[in-house]
């Protein structure tokens, strides 16, 4: 177990840095026009390009572009419980960190924040209108977006450390070991960084079927990639001979004939074997790539004041290479994972997107929308141990889901003067999170967001957009498993964007 737990800490540091709005993998802020408004899945516009591709062949006869740059900050925190937590190091006159062993201690709430930056997210769209067709073109950022770093590691990591304590605690007071060099405590130091980026690059046509209907298909290639470390390293034993800390490959030399001597009848003893190869820590770098192709279909109709539109995108079948230190296959869930030259699962979820869009007065437009994700039927890679000790593969991890994710859009624009558009617009998301599913190493958790900007028409050929985007992240709290450990995850972000448009 203590084994299993270490290898699930140190290399279970898949995280999707998917940012910014959209569902578990897919970014849908791909225009600034999003972020001032995220309900455009009705409207038309050159960002229609991923939002509303069939409605672009009502713009005008030409060539139109939009690019874009947006800037993310996000944070990541995690509230974890964990019995073989010991106090604040601030708090601890003898600075280590946790498992107290013979002491009345049951854990202390510890938290852990990954700080996750993305400074330059660019898009591009593009389309060429001739008579009743739109040829189209749209390159983003569709999944990921930036990098994430946990500075002080995770829970897991630290309990997985906690557990090898508690576990030589055990086997001292079981062993009968002088008091003085039995284990009551550890220290360790651990991190992690996850980057992750989904390059989509789509191209597709639209058609005028009727003077006031459009039909559109098209094919996005996705290009993923992903580098992950982890590590854990400097990790120590404290007794009460050693109060500030001895080297754990030492404390374990100390230890070792009574470890192999117990092994013969002890499976615990057996199982403190294991760890010696721990003794230097741990240090791991993944790398993975891969690349995938989904249909896209969409169509859009006006009716009066009315422009009412639907989208669907099928699944993206994505497998990432792995490219790893991890070189051999492991009777451990997590190593297979990255195991070197092997592929995992990673699919892009399908999704099916309504929009309307009305317009009361000339100069005002109200938008709805509603998308709902398919992540259910996405597949993802996990590997799970059976009693006989024997890792097996499965690529169906998202259906411990309870649910796909449904996202709620709502927002307004009003051409102030002929020159200057204000709007401002909401998304709800809400994903289909369970406690089999979330863990402190990926997650997401329901939020509402809200966008606001401005669009300045330059020249009748130029305009320039700027918007800023926020999300207000709800809090996730698992119940306590098994172990006596118990998480709670909330995240916080922000996004600031500028464009231009331009029409030939």
């Known amino acids: 177990m203590i084994k299993k737990i270490v290898f699930a800490a140190a290399l279970g540091c898949a995280a999707f840095i998917n940012g910014f709005a959209g569902g578990i993998l897919t970014n849908t802020n791909q225009n600034v026009a999003f972020l001032r408004n995220p309900a455009r899945d009705g409207a038309i516009g050159i960002d229609g390009t991923y939002s509303n591709p069939a409605g672009v062949a009502f713009l005008d006869e030409g060539t139109h572009l939009s690019i874009n740059w947006q800037a993310a900050w996000q944070t990541r925190t ?16 003898k600075g280590y960190k946790g498992y107290l062993g013979n002491k009345d201690f049951n854990g202390q709430p510890q938290t852990y924040e990954g700080k996750a930056s993305a400074p330059f997210i660019p898009s591009v769209q593009a389309a060429y209108n001739k008579d009743r067709w739109s040829f189209q073109f749209n390159f983003s950022v569709t999944g990921g977006g930036g990098k994430c770093e946990f500075a002080n590691g995770l829970g897991s990591f630290e309990g997985a450390v906690g557990q090898i304590a508690a576990g030589l605690n055990q086997f001292g007071v079981a062993a009968g070991l002088p008091n003085a060099v039995i284990c009551n405590g550890y220290d360790c130091n651990s991190y992690m960084q996850g980057k992750q980026y989904y390059f989509g690059f789509t ?18 290639v996705l290009y993923g990639s992903a580098t992950y470390k982890a590590k854990i390293d400097n990790i120590k034993v404290i007794t009460a001979a050693t109060p500030e800390g001895m080297d754990f490959g030492q404390y374990y030399d100390q230890l070792k004939p009574y470890i192999d001597a117990a092994a013969q009848v002890s499976p615990a003893a057996r199982k403190l074997q294991a760890v010696e190869s721990y003794r230097e820590g741990v240090n791991l770098q993944s790398d993975q790539s891969g690349v995938g192709f ?56 399908s999704l099916l997107a ?20 398919y992540d259910k039927a996405a597949k993802k890679t996990y590997y799970k141990m059976n009693e006989s000790g024997v890792s097996t593969r499965y690529d169906n991890k998202n259906d411990m889901l309870a649910n796909g994710t449904n996202e709620y859009l709502g927002g307004a624009e009003w051409d102030i003067t002929k020159k200057l558009t204000a709007s401002a617009g909401f998304q709800i998301t809400r994903y289909g999170n369970t406690d089999e599913y979330i863990n402190d190493i990926s997650f997401v958790v329901d939020s509402w967001s809200y966008g606001l900007g401005i669009k300045y028409q330059v020249t009748d050929k ?14 996730y709290t698992t119940a306590l498993d098994a172990n006596g450990v118990q998480n709670t995850f909330t995240r916080s972000n922000r996004v600031g964007a500028i464009g231009v448009d331009i029409d030939f």
Do not use: W
Not at 203 to 220: E, L, Q
Not at 335 to 349: A, C, L
Not at 356 to 365: D, G, K, N, T
């Open 294 to 349: 989904a249909p896209i279909l969409g169509a859009d109709l006006k009716l009066g004041k009315f422009n009412l539109a639907v989208k669907y995108e099928f699944r993206t079948k994505m497998n990432m290479e792995n490219k790893s230190t991890v070189k051999e296959a492991h009777a451990i869930d997590a190593v297979n994972v990255y195991r070197d030259g092997t592929s995992i699962r990673e699919d892009q979820p």
């Open 354 to 373: 309504f929009g309307v869009q009305y317009s009361p007065i000339e100069c005002v437009r109200i938008n709805a929308g509603y998308h709902h994700f």
């Open 203 to 220: 191209m597709g046509a639209a058609y005028k079927v009727t003077d006031n209907f459009s039909v559109y298909g098209g094919i996005r």
């Open 78 to 93: 995690i509230e974890t419980t964990n019995p073989v937590f010991g106090p604040i190091p601030d708090d601890n006159d």
């Open 462 to 475: 130029i305009a320039i957009n700027a918007a800023y985007f926020k999300t207000c992240y709800d809090k």
